[in-house]
């Protein structure tokens, strides 16, 4: 695998040397506004961050804005895939992001080389992949997408070719049922949505007979079945807030549910739960690992940094700009008043 992060050197100011006396969020204004940076974060992130942040959207959003913007530092507050999707569609900016260990189970799921040879074993396929994969995966592909794009990027591939699809074999198996398309899976999975329990799920719909489900579609058939809408982070929260239902169980990653409290303050948001009941399986542990004083220390450190060979850059570059290109009308974001 090739390592795409910098990390911070020796003479590094770390965590434990932070002043504790420090107004943290006083000192990341500080050094956003000095290195013209711009803050992007996960709807999966704490509400803290997602409160700091310029931008909080979902991946097909934070791509986009990566793409745009005109700052000179991104400070990518999510898992290193979405720092290095950053860095390769914006090579000239810095891409920092606060936890060099943010990877992604999706990711570790499909290591470049298996992949390369699931392809081999397939040469008349078009590889579709989802974002959640490395930078190697990706330049091995033929077409990214997210899980707001997929569908409509899927229906302009050429009907007569086969397709492959991975690393998450729920996102595929919901999206051969939507198209009717046939595709080879790739066997990947997130823990987070897989741990998600359809007895578990059963019983608050009992407990909560008004509420609506909306789920991800990371999520296994037996969540989805149930699900009153599917979809991408963004399209959860846009979901709830324009359905006039008061309560709603939402089966992603739970800290979604700040921009939901924040936006419909009178609305109830419940977890969905795992095989225990208990709602702590729906956090990402990768994402949790960005902290505001790990955002602070990549500030002023410079590092850790998003740095990619050239090759495997430009290589990645090319699905990623179809994607980018086929989905230009896809779950765009509404003008402002
Ligand atoms: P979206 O924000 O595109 O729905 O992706 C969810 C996810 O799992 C990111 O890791
Ligand atoms: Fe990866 Fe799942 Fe975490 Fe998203 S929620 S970053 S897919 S492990």
Known sequence: MVDTVVLAGGDALTEDRIDPSLDLYAEIERLRRERNAVILAHYYQDGEIQDLA????????????????????????????????????SPQKTVLIPDAEAGCSLE??????????????????????????????????????TSSNAEAILAQLPPDRPVLFAPDRHLGAYLQKKSGRPMTLWPGSCIVHEQFSERELVKLKVRHPTAKIAAHPECPEGILRHSDHVGSTRSILEFVLASPAQEFIIATEAHIIHQMEKAAPHKTFIAAAGMDGSCDCARCPFMAKNTLEKIYLCLVNGAPRIELPEDLRLAALKPLQKMLEMSVNVNVPPAAP
């Open 108 to 145: 570790d799921s499909c290591q470049p080389e298996p992949f390369r040879r699931f392809r081999e074993q397939h040469p008349d396929h078009l590889a579709v992949t989802y974002i959640n994969c490395s930078a190697e995966v990706k330049a091995l592909s033929d077409v990214i997408v």
């Open 54 to 89: 310029d931008f909080v959207g979902d991946s097909l959003d934070l791509s986009r804005k990566a793409a745009a913007t005109d700052a000179d530092v991104i400070v990518f507050c999510g898992v290193r895939f979405m720092g290095e999707v950053a860095k390769i569609v």
